[in-house]
């Protein structure tokens, strides 16, 4: 069974053909790049778009929002003209106050709701990115019974989750599993076929004392944000005593199923 990321920024790498082929050896070779913004969706569509272990996705991300009201006209455009583009996002709200480019909060909700109506047109899931935000989020979502998708490097306890599960929603597990009990107990806890693992690189890390720690047959490959894949489906898998082969079978088919490949 291959690998899928589904939640990694390529795009952002310094030497991401050099990554993938590592990553391929090491059996993950498969990702999903989240959009940003037009001038992004435009450069991983050249960069990306004949390459077929990669599918890429449109939205307008929290940090990098216009300063106008929104406008998904864009966004509306880019999909009609871009059958290849499977999912909406990365979408949301960071309510991170510290955050250099964190916008104000309503001028972020405003922007995640225009973004939720074009899913609920078009019924592509959405990829969501909430920091500290998860009650408006759900709050959003409610306006749109329709919309489906995976909430992006979760964070939060098993309540917090399961309020996303009977949403239907999918749960991205990230590095953070290495550093929050609760996360790692909500994934340990909500059904397999809800979860999906990514490594959101390079904005995340698996603290270096577990990369790759679980694999002791590591064939000494160079450091690569793209192989923390392997690290936190095995952490996950640990957790949940389940064995990882079955499910790194899981999550990829959920990847599959939610981007309808
Ligand atoms: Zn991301």
């Given at each position: 069974m291959i690998g899928f990321?589904?939640?990694?920024?390529l795009d952002f790498l310094d030497d991401a053909p050099q990554c993938m082929a590592d990553a391929e050896t090491a059996g993950i070779a498969r990702w999903l790049i989240p959009g940003t913004g037009p001038d992004q969706w435009r450069q991983a569509h050249q960069r990306?778009?004949?390459?077929?272990r990669v599918l890429l996705a449109a939205g307008h991300h929290p940090w990098f929002l216009?300063?106008?009201?929104?406008?998904?006209q864009s966004l509306e455009s880019w999909l009609d003209q871009h059958?290849?583009?499977?999912?909406?996002?990365?979408i949301g709200l960071d309510?991170?106050?510290?955050?250099?480019?964190?916008?104000a909060a309503e001028h972020q909700f405003d922007w995640f709701m225009a973004q939720l109506a074009v899913s609920s047109e078009c019924l592509q899931p959405v990829i969501i990115h909430s920091v500290k935000a998860h009650d408006r989020i759900l709050q959003g979502l409610k306006r749109y019974p329709r919309v489906g998708g995976v909430v992006h490097g979760f964070v939060g306890p098993y309540a917090q989750a399961k309020a996303y599960l009977d949403r239907g929603f999918y749960l991205g597990a990230g590095s953070v599993v290495f550093q929050s009990a609760k996360t790692l107990d909500a994934f340990a806890r909500i059904p397999a076929e809800r979860i999906l693992v990514e490594t959101d690189a390079p904005d995340q890390h698996v603290p270096d004392q577990y990369?790759?720690?679980?694999?002791?047959?590591?064939?000494?490959?160079?450091?690569?944000?793209?192989?923390d894949w392997l690290s936190i489906l095995k952490r996950i898998a640990a957790a949940r005593q389940m064995d990882s082969a079955i499910l790194t079978e899981q999550v990829c088919q959920n990847a599959s199923s939610l981007f309808r490949l």
């Open positions: 990321d589904s939640h990694c920024h990306f778009g004949q390459d077929d216009p300063d106008s009201a929104p406008d998904i059958s290849d583009s499977v999912a909406i996002g990365e309510f991170f106050r510290h955050h250099p480019r964190s916008a990369r790759n720690a679980a694999d002791p047959s590591d064939t000494g490959l160079p450091d690569n944000a793209l192989l």
